[in-house]
């Protein structure tokens, strides 16, 4: 059985017609984002949202009924340790939060036009009746039902009077798919990670209250959302994908936080290294981006003695710091809760490298230095942990570590915000008895956050190979390196 069909951009236009559909149907893939589609519909009527976020779609093909009990059976068997990201619309929603009753862990999930139940009581939505009439209709099937149908998706929004907009992506014969119209009536919710976007003219799902998680409603769509308003869409999949790789890199520090500060020598002896090179005014406000555990706001307070501000992604390595009697605050480096001109001497150790917008937050560093600011900092480069990525790679585990930005990348990104710029660069090595040791090193600090990598876990036996070649690469020793890059900055005038 067939479950996937993946969509591929097509970057002539967000809107498309059924000639500029591009799908194919493939296995499984645990890099793309994984859709529910909403019931009723073709693969193809996510074309357009493909466009906009310029990425492959892999969407869940929905079955007949004669196969519908077997095809959630073999979905759940297929996703049961992938940890998908996924979007989900109107049915697809419910689907969602069955697999997750089952036991099914994802990644994130954005939730278009659902909700638990279908059916409410009173006001706007689907009443029983309403759905008891709906399927009468679809069981004679035809092209009235389809008509019906579309009418019933695009009502009150900018397709109602386009019917050929909504019905050139339904399936042939919409009789064909009764059987999951039973699981509107089932109360059922997706239980964690959800971001919700409800259309306020829907005739089917009424944006209410109740929904507990982030709820944006865009007041003059209907239920047609990714037909209708795709580029809506993708700017808010694409702001919530990246709130949750912001929140990932939280929670991975946050557990960190008590192993971190034995674990971290090569970060203390990187930190040593930049602050080495730093020189304070006698007064003035000094940040540390990125503060961690305060490594390097206690060895800086010993050498200044004007205002010292902590700023951690984690509330954890927030608490952390405050403890230890520094003001510290909750922040992310790409909007800094700073005014403008604010900032005299800003510091960031090991840090920026896990932030998705690199080139943001040397515009935000700009922004709140005074002129003539000054700021050092030291992240990493393309080289870093390469040991591990090639022995990744051989081992056939798939992209384990991260990548990050070229040295040359870093000094772009500062000098395209008007920062003066001074890059130096070396090579830290790390080095452990054993490879789940060299795991546990980047774990105990947080590193071990892969962005953008596969989602399943690793099985013992992957583990071993990875192991045997990164051992292989390491010349009989588990070691890797990071490829430090530091910079010296001043804002221009």
Known sequence: MTLFSHIIPHLGASQCDQA???????????????????????????????????????????????????????LYQQLKDQRPRVIAWSLGVQVVARLQQRGVIFESVFAIAGRASFIVEAGRGLK????????????????????????????????AHDASAITRYLQPELAD???SLADLAA???????????????DALVAPLPEIEAEV?????????????????????IQQYWLRERQRKVARSFSRAVDSYAESSSLQQRVADSLLAEVTLPEAGLLVDLGSGTGYCAQQLQTRFSGELLCIDLSPEMVAHTRQLGFRSTVG??????????????????????????????FAEIARVLKPNGRAWIATLGELSLAELRTSAEVAGVGNRVNDFPAHTDWLAFARASLLNSQLQRYQAPVEASS???LLKHL???????????????????NLQSWGKAAREAGGGSYRTHYDVVQLTLTKLN
């Open 20 to 74: 500029n559909v591009k799908t194919q149907q493939a296995e499984f893939d645990s890099s793309l984002a994984l859709v529910f589609n909403g019931w009723g519909f073709q693969a193809g009527a996510w074309q357009a949202l493909s466009n906009e976020l310029n990425t492959r779609l892999q969407v869940v093909d929905q079955p007949a009924d004669s196969d519908y009990n077997e095809w959630f059976e073999a």
């Open 177 to 179: 798919y009764g059987r």
């Open 443 to 461: 774990r105990g600090v947080g590193a071990n956050c892969v962005l953008n990598a596969p989602r399943k876990p690793l099985t013992r036996s």
């Open 435 to 437: 490879f789940s040791d």
């Open 128 to 159: 029983l009746a309403d759905l008891a009439k709906f399927q009468k209709r679809v069981a004679k099937g035809g092209a009235r039902a389809r008509a019906y149908f579309a009418a019933l998706v695009s009502h009150g929004g900018p397709l």
């Open 187 to 201: 109360t059922v919710s997706v239980t964690h990670g959800a971001s919700y976007v409800l259309g306020g003219l």
């Open 216 to 236: 944006e409603v865009l007041a003059e769509q209907s239920h047609d959302l990714p037909l209708a308003a795709p580029k809506q869409l993708g700017e808010l």
């Open 332 to 361: 992310d480096a790409q909007a800094l809760p700073l005014e403008d001109n604010s900032v005299d001497v800003l510091v960031s150790s090991l840090a920026i490298q896990w932030c998705p917008n690199p080139a943001g937050v």
